[in-house]
């Protein structure tokens, strides 16, 4: 097999393109079909996993959500955006469900760019636990979601991601089966997961979901993580529901200036954006 590298310069990028069409992962507009100057400015290289063509990046959330969930620990959640964000869903279903494995790094960009400060607040931490799909929904999915997003964060905060920590001891319905306020969610996970303890002494440990919806898989999560000597200081999802109860919206003080005008500003600043 030929691997791209090994590939003449000249006539390469035509050759992947014709093989490997990028298209954007939300409207389907080919890469090739971006102006040139776009692409660059927004970094969008071929063959690009996680493309997002301009106008689609524009209408993702502005800036993370930072949720203070009382009622639910960790008490801190960060998230890309809201749940309900039409953007941001669809754009999660295309990652979760159609297996486009590449948009965590965009999703986990834009889950922690600007909460710095509020992440900072609640204790930094030592180590990010994704939580865990039990093994036979792994397979059946492929790839845990949580997981991948988890290593998107851990690649912005530089912190390590240690999945062994935590696992799933019984299966479970998915949460997405009952109504955000359902009390079957928290009954549901409780006592589904076991964790590791800490080795090192460096015990604070972030909780990374996919979604958080009503916050009960988080607090089962943690339960499980504290009860082996853990403390869970902040959780990072790709959406998270402004409107579960007990969870209260902080205005982010050190909100990310809107991704999308890295794109029609001109100025070619993509900084914590792509
Ligand atoms: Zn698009």
Redesign the pocket.
Known sequence: MIAPADLPGVGARAILEALWPSR??????AVGDIPAAARRRAGIRWCDPAA??????GRLPAAPLVLRHDGVTPPLVVGAGSVNHPALADLVGVWKYRGRRGLAAPLGRLAVSGAAAAIAAAGGADVLVPVPLHPRRRRERGFNQAEALARAVGVELDLPVRPELLRRRRATSQQAHFAGDDPRRRRNVADAFAARPPLDGRKRAALVDDLVTSGATLAAAAAALRAAGWTVVWSAAAGAAPAAPGAVLLTPPDAAPNIAAAWTDGGGTTEGGR
Not at 52 to 57: V, Y
């Open positions: 954007c992962a939300l409207c389907g507009l997002l063509c301009p106008s689609c990046e």
